[in-house]
């Protein structure tokens, strides 16, 4: 199980939900740049995708490996992020037709890792696939129920059934607003119950952190893929998030475990609480970093 490779055969998907409610205004760090967490989110996910791409990409060819959707929920509905419709994912080599416009940033460090590892300033030149947005409510478990039918009928198609299954990241720094904790539940596990022959959809929900107000350099502790066994929730949401998240695989045990050792035994959950935007890209790569491309 969640071992097929990746070919123009047998590809695979990748889902991204991102929060775009008015609390995504809130303050984060980037590699000792302040900025909002709308704006953190874009530069990470345009990062994945410029990376997504690259990876797809063999003699100057794109390759159909992927198939990727992203959406945005806000107000009381959901957006296409990136030039497709909502109602359908975009194969990589179709997305790249689109590609828009690069765009620069500057950063203190090394825009792979969100802890600072040097002082050197550097440039990172992104295509600007995400423009940040934060406005309204919090209509989660309407895009987690847009996202069930996105990867039902991905996991369906007769040519997907022996793939690798798709992983879904739903990016959000608050709770919603258009269900109750137990619908929100129950929406996640919709979307945990598809896949293919290979294995179940991991549904990765990830929980963006603030910086306080009083000390700007101050963190609350984040928790990034916990252990099953040693979980214990500071919050209901918390909870909620946590029994949303897919049980990660055995396969991917290494893969997590590189981020870092202090998370306890396995199995872990596919869940980040608190997370700052370097560890949210860490979260990222686990899906182009952990499936072998053939």
């Given at each position: 199980m969640y071992s097929q490779p990746i070919t123009h055969i047998h590809r695979t998907a990748f889902l991204f939900a991102l929060d775009c409610s008015t609390s995504m205004q809130g303050l984060t760090k980037l590699n000792n740049k302040i900025m909002r967490k709308a704006d953190a989110v874009a530069v990470v996910c345009n990062f994945i995708l410029d990376e997504l791409l690259e990876r797809a990409t063999r003699n100057e060819e794109v390759r159909d490996y992927y198939d990727i959707?992203?959406?945005?929920?806000?107000?009381?509905?959901?957006?296409?992020?990136?030039?497709?419709?909502?109602?359908?994912?975009?194969?990589i080599a179709e997305l790249a037709k689109y590609a828009p416009r690069t765009k620069e940033w500057n950063f203190e460090g090394n825009a792979n890792n969100g802890d600072n590892i040097d002082n050197r300033e550097a440039d990172f030149v992104l295509r600007e696939w995400v423009k940040p947005l934060a406005e309204g409510r919090t209509p989660m478990h309407t895009a987690l129920t847009h996202i069930y039918t996105l990867v039902d009928r991905w996991c369906s198609r007769p040519e997907n059934r022996d793939s690798f299954p798709p992983m879904v990241f739903n990016i959000t720094d608050g709770e919603a607003n258009d269900a109750t904790q137990e619908e929100l539940i129950t929406a996640a596990e919709h979307i945990r119950e598809t896949g293919t022959n290979n294995g179940n959809t991991l549904l990765i929900n990830i929980h963006l952190g603030e910086l306080n107000d009083n000390e700007i350099d101050s963190w609350e502790p984040s928790?990034?893929?916990?252990?099953?066994?040693?979980?214990?929730?500071?919050?209901?949401?918390?909870?909620?998030?946590?029994?949303?998240?897919?049980?990660?695989?055995?396969?991917?045990?290494?893969?997590?475990?590189?981020?870092?050792?202090?998370?306890?035994?396995?199995?872990?959950?596919?869940?980040?609480?608190?997370?700052?935007?370097?560890?949210?890209?860490?979260?990222?790569?686990?899906?182009?970093?952990?499936?072998?491309?053939a």
């Open positions: 959707s992203v959406i945005g929920y806000s107000k009381n509905d959901i957006t296409p992020i990136i030039p497709h419709r909502c109602d359908r994912l975009i194969s928790k990034i893929f916990p252990s099953e066994r040693e979980f214990e929730a500071s919050s209901a949401y918390e909870m909620t998030l946590f029994r949303m998240s897919s049980p990660m695989p055995q396969e991917l045990e290494a893969v997590i475990e590189a981020i870092g050792s202090d998370r306890g035994r396995p199995p872990y959950r596919g869940m980040g609480f608190n997370v700052t935007p370097g560890e949210l890209l860490n979260i990222l790569n686990i899906g182009s970093d952990s499936i072998n491309i």
